[in-house]
């Protein structure tokens, strides 16, 4: 089926995107001619793109889409039209890039919140010394020993992928293959590689832990990215929307995407995940206490905010480094590793605004699953989640 015209453009300038930043194109699935055609004309100058932006955005209403692809198309040129500006060296406020970017507003979270957390962490690790003490003497004895991550990282995508075939059918073939890497601002990052197959990578630099370790395959996996993936490649690319065969980052999909990833275990395993995730660290000689893990999971959760808060330090009120660390140790209780961790990966000329996909795709998602009536109404919205091109003002509407 040959794409509209418009939305061939529209794969054309996102493309030219990765021209100027290697890695701005997350994923793309479509058409390899086109790409190949893409990277042989002269670079793009990023004012260029921005201006192009405009004007396919300013065609949208006459293209003849069905609303909800012209919807995902408007708001998916804006943001490549501010991004056009930012490569340009336009002068763009923190706030104002992180909306035109994911169609949210941001603001600061609040400390009282921050400090009913520590009460509530402080309650399931009781105990002398600071919490943080307490916090790292914890995360030190939750290490998945490192000879042991591989068959840990395979066992939980093999319960988890039996899981998600049961509610989520998925095509026969699809597979994902699992490596670990290293120097990288990420823990786990998904490579959607198109006919249902993803590379997904685990960083070694960080510390991996058996309480985090269920909830990354879930979101990098299964239902997350790579479940989405598969489905839209399946359902919307093979019904002509081939604008979602592209992936881009600074976009409101990546928003969508990255609450739904987070949001991944809680979905397909639910209350109870802890001990869950404990019988099958037992099937692998591994002790622990997934009541525990689960508790402090759940006291720690008003913290969501805190590395945005880092973020609107940094760009917003243009704090220095230090002072943003220290922020973050003593919100997050992470370690000094941790917090410089973190600054890297908020201090990325391309992933600086991308902390808020996370912080703003959880609150928006999640306030709209807990919004169904039942168990069941939560799957099928989780559901609508994976398939459809839903955008963040197609989910505030609802």
């Known amino acids: 089926m040959e794409a509209h015209p418009l939305v061939t453009e529209y794969l054309r300038l996102g493309l030219a995107f990765d021209r100027l930043e290697e890695g701005f194109v997350d994923a793309y699935t479509g058409d390899p001619e086109l790409r190949r055609a893409v990277q042989?004309?002269?670079?793009?100058?990023?004012?260029?793109?921005?201006?192009?932006?405009?004007v396919l955005r300013a065609e949208l209403p006459d293209a003849g889409l069905a609303p909800e692809r012209t919807e995902f198309l408007d708001v998916h040129?804006?943001?490549?039209?501010?991004?056009?500006?930012?490569?340009?060296?336009?002068?763009?406020?923190?706030?104002?890039?992180?909306?035109?970017?994911?169609?949210?507003?941001?603001?600061?979270?609040?400390?009282?919140?921050?400090?009913?957390?520590?009460?509530?962490?402080?309650?399931?690790?009781?105990?002398?010394?600071?919490?943080?003490?307490?916090?790292?003497?914890?995360?030190?004895?939750?290490?998945?020993?490192?000879?042991r991550l591989q068959v840990c990282v395979e066992a939980f995508s093999s319960a988890l992928r039996e899981l998600v075939r049961e509610r989520y059918p998925l095509p026969d073939h699809e597979h994902v293959t699992y490596e670990v890497v290293g120097d990288k601002p990420w823990s786990g990052f998904n490579y959607y590689l198109?006919?249902?197959?993803?590379?997904?990578?685990?960083?070694?630099?960080l510390k991996q832990h058996m309480a985090h370790l269920p909830s990354l395959i879930a979101h990098e996996s299964y239902p997350g990215h790579h479940t989405e993936h598969c489905?839209?490649?399946?359902?919307?690319?093979?019904?002509?929307?081939?604008?979602?065969?592209?992936?881009?980052?600074?976009?409101?999909?990546?928003?969508?995407?990255?609450?739904?990833?987070?949001l991944a275990l809680r979905s397909i395993v639910g209350p109870g995940w802890g001990k869950w995730a404990q019988e099958i660290y037992a099937d692998l000689g591994l002790r622990f206490?997934?009541?525990?893990?689960?508790?402090?999971?759940?006291?720690?959760?008003?913290?969501?905010?805190?590395r945005q808060d880092a973020a609107l330090l940094l760009h917003d009120r243009h704090r220095d480094e230090t002072e943003v660390a220290e922020f973050l140790q003593q919100w997050s209780l992470a370690t000094p590793e941790r917090a410089r961790q973190s600054l890297r990966f908020l201090s990325s000329p391309l992933w600086r605004a991308y902390i808020s996909t996370y912080v703003e795709g959880y609150k928006l998602l999640a306030g709209w699953l807990d919004q169904a009536p039942d168990a069941e109404g939560r799957a099928d919205r989780f559901r609508r989640l994976l398939d459809e091109p839903l955008t963040p003002g197609a989910i505030r509407r609802m």
Request: net charge negative.
């Open 40 to 54: 042989n004309t002269p670079a793009p100058e990023p004012r260029d793109l921005a201006r192009r932006a405009a």
């Open 77 to 147: 040129l804006r943001a490549l039209e501010t991004s056009g500006r930012k490569f340009a060296g336009d002068d763009i406020g923190f706030v104002e890039e992180v909306r035109d970017y994911f169609d949210v507003d941001i603001a600061p979270g609040d400390t009282e919140d921050y400090r009913e957390a520590h009460r509530l962490m402080g309650e399931v690790l009781p105990g002398d010394g600071p919490l943080a003490e307490r916090i790292a003497a914890h995360r030190r004895g939750d290490e998945i020993p490192p000879e």
């Open 194 to 205: 198109g006919n249902y197959h993803s590379r997904v990578a685990i960083n070694s630099d």
């Open 231 to 262: 489905r839209k490649e399946a359902g919307l690319v093979g019904a002509g929307q081939a604008e979602q065969t592209l992936f881009l980052v600074n976009t409101p999909q990546c928003l969508m995407a990255e609450g739904l990833a987070d």
């Open 289 to 306: 206490d997934g009541d525990r893990a689960e508790r402090l999971a759940t006291a720690s959760a008003k913290l969501l905010s805190v």
